[in-house]
């Protein structure tokens, strides 16, 4: 069983800066894709940002150029570094993983438990 744990969420004011990060553990598994989701209150799950195992990226258009996703493949770990943080930003951060388990390399998609931000104006 491959787990997702999620750190790094809080309170900051506008313009201020957070990095999540979330780390997998588990026995005989690899990532391809890893990317990071939010939920505002009321709101559904969107995506954010993913990276895949090679370092190509992509962005939700409305955190383009605010936030930044890294994977340190090594210890099997993504971050989010986000900066020119907005209330529009407040929400769950999920973090989410596309792993592939044992000798047949079953496919599963995995997610953490979530990491609250609050961005207050």
């Known amino acids: 069983q491959v787990q997702l744990v999620e750190s790094g969420g809080g309170l900051v004011q506008a313009g201020g800066s957070l990095r999540l990060s979330c780390a997998a553990s588990?026995?005989?598994?690899?990532?391809?894709?890893m990317g990071w989701y939010r939920q505002a209150p009321g709101k559904q799950r969107e995506p954010v940002a993913h990276i895949t195992s090679g370092g190509m990226t992509n962005y939700a258009d409305s955190v383009m150029g605010r936030f930044t996703i890294s994977r340190d493949n090594d210890k099997n770990t993504v971050y989010l570094q986000m900066s020119s943080l907005k209330p529009d930003d407040t929400g769950v951060y999920y973090c989410n993983a596309d792993v592939r388990v044992g000798p047949f390399q079953v496919r599963y998609d995995r997610w953490g438990q979530g990491t609250q931000v609050n961005v207050s104006s």
């Open positions: 588990g026995k005989s598994f690899s990532i391809n894709r």
